[in-house]
């Protein structure tokens, strides 16, 4: 592989193209060309980037330029072609087309898609430039979640592929997820089954508080630090039924029907209330006639807002005080004993994340660290692994997987007792994820 | 010296937690760290009990200013809350502003030397996130003379290491844009090194020569004098655990590890001095000395003239650089320069990761963190790390002997120890 000294990136005035461009320029110091629709919304994502890394010293590596006036140019120049344009196949492949036109034999072109497949976008390119495609799946904002899923596809090189990881990893500062392409790789993979099985629950008790309840079961102590109706609003509804279609319709694996979009999601993104980025969707924030904020959920049978009540669930509170205290095995005895709904759906999902995080492991990834890594820095989710840990070991979590009548992955059913499972203590400590 | 004491592990937290976004309070952070820590040693909670029995273990704790942090004070009896092992072992705090746990390494050293005990667990721990900076640094204020110093001043300590960036550069005669460079140098190598270290609270950050030279503006503010940000060491939660234990111990210890004696780091050599508490008298009693701060160098000498070692010998060192100035008088204080000619080791990558005389290959304060009672355990749990050759990514090659300096105030009070097989 070159070195990486001249970047192109493309989608440059976005979130995600804008701060993945900071981290290059900054910790790469590779001269970016940063390229937009026009010049103008480069300049837009240029003024992104400083300020998502907050460093002047990055501006003069940062170049504007426009599709039409300066793709070719560019990518003559660069060691590294990084796309971000829009999530389609019918946006990437001809801008695909231009840039293996363009590019110098040994360039890298990776995209940052989250799902789509990277064998066929791949399909754009000559021999050479087959060999040098990857999926580089960074996360959102770059600067803070270090996660990059590093996918592959069967005409890359081994070489070629270790020294881009190591690139990844030493220069850029990223925690590298190597993944095979399989639809949405390994965090949105094991990221939105939870999130739209949490949305198909909601559905189901929304007498009893519908997207509330669930959010309010599935709070810091289940190890996240947004709850996962919470950060399907963050990221949009929008995007959140791409991925899930996606999911839908490329699997077939034992969670495949919860990845069916729930109706009244659909019915939301029609309306355009596609979360926090168009003031409102599964929440919508508001102010009471005394001039206090105030958060609402959506009441999906209702069909409006309603203020998000302040649930009392004996034992949440009881497990947030465990966690608190740093008694992270006490917690989790406490979600394994307890009595009633709530705790029902607490083991559920607890069961579900374990069980499917670790089930993806042959498919998806090659070892449980990779899964694990992924969700602790893509998601700030505690890993699977951990939980096993904190619910007393393989024992006792096969025991919560089996009476949750979901499947036990092999990873799990052959682990040895007596030694911890997580093995990533010293890269990650996953009891900074649970909150108290 | 003789009576040696051994040190026999440690473990540290992550200093990138932030324990108040947690939910979690001082007496989560105190208890993960004394937990992670014996398991790391491998002092089992039965094993503490026998000792206990036979009146040979002893807890010293270091911390700055739990009582404002945390409302908190006492927190010598904490270790009770851990484990009911722990009921009935001596304990108390140590306190010495940001040489706190220094303070308490030096109590547990000297009661297993006079083998009043046989044993010592000393942690170190600050929470600090509790509050805004602004009233943090007003916290801190109280490390200076705060009515003279601190007082309705906005963060005092970065202005008072400002100071002496300004008595070094006066006193040298020293070329600013050259000097500044230096400053911004070690700046850079403290965050590269911290990329190593993964419990260092700056490892995901970025950092380089340029941004650190680029001092004034928005995204590098000046905060003290001619320091700005990247000259300072940044709010740090966290803790740091070491065990020590003197021969009768030590080798009872190895014993049940199957280990040899050799296989544990030995305090070779320490230094303690107190120089006037305000900024303004250290400059004016230094005036003609070679020092500036002549007490930190006599801090050094006296830990060499302990140990019957050298700055020759030292093969690492862990330094106190609560800003960049403090690191810059230091490296003459170890003797690695003469004072004045400080900038001229940092040039030529003397103090480097893979330099000749490396300084904080942990990160030190400006990279790994600087939870105020926990950075003197913190170092010697490195050095330890250092030459038993634990350190992973961060081992300095071939490193034999190690020396840490752990300031409390304005280079007030001075706490050096000197470490090695």
Redo the contacts between chains.
Sequence with gaps: MREIKTVTVLGANGTMGAGSAAIVA??G?AKVYMLARDVNKAKEGIEKAISS?????IRPRLIPGSYDQDLEKAVSESDWVFELVAESYEVKEPINKRIAKARKPGTIVSTVSSGLSIARLADAFDEDGKKHYYGTHFFNPP?KM?LCELVTHAGNDKKVTKKLGEYLDKTL?RAVVYTNDTPAFAGNRIGFQLINEAAIKAEEYSDKGGIALIDAIMS?YTGRAMAPLDTADFVGLDVHKAIVDNLYEMTKDAAHSTFKLPDYFQKLIDKGDLGRKSGQGLYKMTKTPDGKKEKLYYDIKGDLYVPVPKFDIPFIKEA?RR????DYIGAMNIVKEAKGLEADIARYFIARYVSYSLSIVGEVVETKEMSDLAMGTGFNWAPASAFVDFLGGPKEAISLITKAKLPVPDVLAKAKAGKPFYQLK??L?A??L??? | MKDAVYVLGGEQTDFQRNWTKEGKTFMSLFREAVQDGLEKVGLTPDEIKKLNKQNRIGVFVGNFDAEQYAVQGHLGAFLTEVDPCFFGVPGARYEAACASGSVALDAAQTKLRSKDYDVAIVVGMEIMKTVSSSVGGDFLGTAAYYEKEAKGVQFPFPKLFGKLADVLLERYKLDEKRYMGALAEISRINYANAKRNPKAQTRSWFMNNEHANARGGEFNMAVGGRLAITDCSQVTDGAALVVLANKNYAEEFAKKKGTKLSAYPKIKGWGHRVAPITFEAKVAESKGDKWVLPWTRQTVKDAFDRSGLNTKDIDVFETHDCFTSSEYAAISAFGITQPGKEHEAIEDGVIDFHGKKPINPSGGLIGAGHPVGASGVRMMLDIYKQVTGTAGDYQVEGAKNGLMLNIGGSATTNYVFVVGK
């Design positions: 900054a910790f110091k890394i907050k460093t002047d010293t600067y270090i500062g810091g947030n966690i608190g205290e740093a010293d890269v400590d009891r900074s649970f909150k108290g």
